[in-house]
Every structure is written in structure tokens, then in C-alpha cells.
């Protein structure tokens, strides 16, 4: 009888197909795992409430799950609340140059940076329109809902690499909800660094990383890479989506991406909005640093 491939290379070739996968196929493939009747009522459900209470409109159940990682509109809407919430303290805790100045002559300015599908943003639109909002995607057809359906910010596409089209110091505020988690390494700092070159000096940037709490997660080789303070990034092929992950221990951020500013919060496991990744809270230095050797 003939024998089909074992399953450890079936789970290899499975690998290899999604590293290699472009991103529309990744979200179509992580949208079918997590469908379920649940998922389905949910979004006919807050979809129609939305409608009667005048909300932004609901992005459809793929386009959800590739910023959520499940097609579930409760998880969507709460979440996106959450770790919009999670932003507004970090503002009240540390304060960034250049916010909360609204009606004396200043308009901050917020940058999303791979905003997706606006799970975030659209927080920002219902309770504080009067900021000048920004949010940027490398996937097109993310930044393109959102120009349609959440008109209070301006949203454009940026290339997988930096820069921005954006000039120095022109954000108030710049934050990065599970982006870092899913780019490969050689543009982890050259990202931090762009972030932090479009923050006006004493401007806060924050971001959210796999920190500890995912060891278990990872294979006996790779959890001794990341005890040692090194990055650990799985699919970097397929950087940008959600097949590639990346976990990073303290210690890297610490002193391999955090150059050019100061760590004023690691809070690991901080990030209620995706749990159960960690978050950092880092300043641009009011006069320029020198960047550290290394
Ligand atoms: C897991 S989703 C999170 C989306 C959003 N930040 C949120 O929390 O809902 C990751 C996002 O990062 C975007 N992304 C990945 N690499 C990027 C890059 N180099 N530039 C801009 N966006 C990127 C993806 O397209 C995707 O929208």
C-alpha cells in the first residue's frame, strides 16, 4: 500500500507553504481556522448594532482576523478598546511632546504604525476626532478600508521597509500594536529607528513584543537562543504577516533596538489589548543622544 509522507514532513511541507504564502492567502487560511456559528453571529450581530449606533462600519471577518488573529467581531471591538485604553494611560502615566495641548494653538498628531484594519484607530476617531490622526500599512488593502470607512484619519501605505513618507519630528505620539511581533530581524531597529526619527523630541513611542511569556512556545534550540538574549524569528520569509514571529527577549530590546531613546516602561504580559504580548513605553530624548556603540 503506498504510504503518504510521515507527519513531522507533512508538517514541514505545511510550514514551508505558508512561510512562502503571500499575506491575503495567510489571513484567508487563519480566518477558516478560527470560523466557527460563534464568530459568524457575532459579527451579523455588532455589525448591525453598529449600524444603529452610528459607529465606524465592522471590517469583514478576514480582514479581522489578520490584525486579531480570530474572526471574532466581541474580540475585535473589546480588544481594539483595550489596548486603545492601554495607550491613553501610557499618555497619562509619561506624557509625550507635543499631546494634550488640543485647543491651545497645537494639534497632536498620533501615528499608527501598521494600522491594519483600524481595530485601534477608530477609538481614537470616537473620542478624540479632534486630533490630527495617522495610521500606515505595508498591506494596501488594510490602509484602503480604512480611507473609506473611518474618515477622521489620514491612512497611506508604506513600503515593508522604512522610511516614512513623514517628515522629523512631526508625530506627537507613535505606537506599534503587535507589529514588531511579525518582522523579520534585520528590520527591527531600522523600524524603532524611523519611529523615532518621526517623534518630536520628549514624544513617547510605543510598541508591543512576544516577551516571556512565550517561551513555552518556543522549540528547546530556539528557547536557548532567547535565554541568551537574542532575537528569536520563525518564518522570517514571510515578514509582515502573521506567519512570521518574532519573540524578543528584554535584553535585545533593551540594547539592540533601543538606541536612540529611553525605556520609561516595560511592562510584560502589559498589553490587555494582545494578550499576552509585552509592552514598551520609550521617549526620544529631548536633546539627540548619541547613538551607543554596538
Ligand atoms: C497583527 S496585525 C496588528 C494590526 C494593528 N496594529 C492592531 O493591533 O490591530 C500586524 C500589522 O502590521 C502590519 N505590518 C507588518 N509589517 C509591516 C511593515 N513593515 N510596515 C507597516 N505595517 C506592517 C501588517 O500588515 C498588519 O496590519
Excluded at 453598529?50 to 462600519?57: I, L, S, T
Excluded at 498628531?109 to 477609538?123: E, M, P, Q, T
Excluded at 513555552?216 to 504577516?241: I, K, N, P
Excluded at 536612540?260 to 529631548?286: C, F, M, T, Y
Aim: glycine share 10%; net charge positive.
Amino acid at each position: 500500500m503506498a504510504r503518504g509522507p510521515s507527519r513531522e514532513r507533512f508538517a514541514g511541507i505545511k510550514r514551508a507553504l505558508v512561510a512562502a504564502a503571500p499575506k491575503p492567502a495567510v489571513d484567508a487560511y487563519q480566518t477558516l481556522r478560527s470560523l466557527d456559528a460563534a464568530a459568524i453571529r457575532s459579527w451579523l450581530d455588532r455589525r448591525a448594532e453598529g449600524k444603529r449606533a452610528g459607529d465606524f462600519p465592522l471590517p469583514g471577518l478576514v480582514r479581522m482576523t489578520s490584525v486579531a488573529g480570530t474572526a471574532n467581531a466581541n474580540w475585535f471591538l473589546e480588544g481594539g478598546q483595550l489596548a486603545f485604553r492601554g495607550l491613553i494611560e501610557a499618555l497619562g502615566a509619561y506624557g509625550s511632546e507635543g499631546m494634550g495641548r488640543v485647543g491651545e494653538g497645537e494639534r497632536p498628531s498620533v501615528l499608527d504604525f501598521g494600522c491594519g484594519c483600524g481595530r485601534v484607530a477608530r477609538y481614537w476617531g470616537r473620542e478624540y476626532p479632534q486630533i490630527r490622526f495617522l495610521g500606515c500599512d505595508y498591506d494596501r488593502n488594510a490602509v484602503e478600508w480604512c480611507t473609506r470607512n473611518l474618515p477622521f484619519g489620514h491612512f497611506f501605505v508604506n513600503r515593508m521597509d522604512p522610511p516614512l513618507n513623514l517628515d522629523d519630528e512631526s508625530i506627537s505620539f507613535a505606537y506599534a500594536l503587535s507589529v514588531f511581533t511579525h518582522l523579520p530581524e534585520a528590520l527591527q531597529r531600522p523600524w524603532l529607528d524611523e519611529l523615532v526619527r518621526v517623534v518630536k523630541p520628549g514624544a513617547l513611542v510605543y510598541f508591543t513584543t512576544h516577551g516571556d511569556a512565550y517561551l513555552d512556545q518556543l522549540s528547546q534550540e530556539e528557547r536557548r537562543t532567547y535565554l541568551s538574549g537574542e532575537l528569536v524569528v520563525r518564518r522570517a520569509t514571510a515578514g509582515g504577516t502573521n506567519a512570521c514571529g518574532a519573540y524578543h527577549p528584554s535584553a535585545y530590546v533593551r540594547h539592540a533596538m533601543c538606541r536612540r531613546v529611553e525605556v520609561v516602561a516595560h511592562l510584560p504580559e502589559g498589553a490587555a489589548g494582545n494578550p499576552r504580548q509585552d509592552v514598551w513605553i520609550a521617549r526620544k530624548p529631548s536633546s539627540p543622544a548619541a547613538p551607543s556603540a554596538g
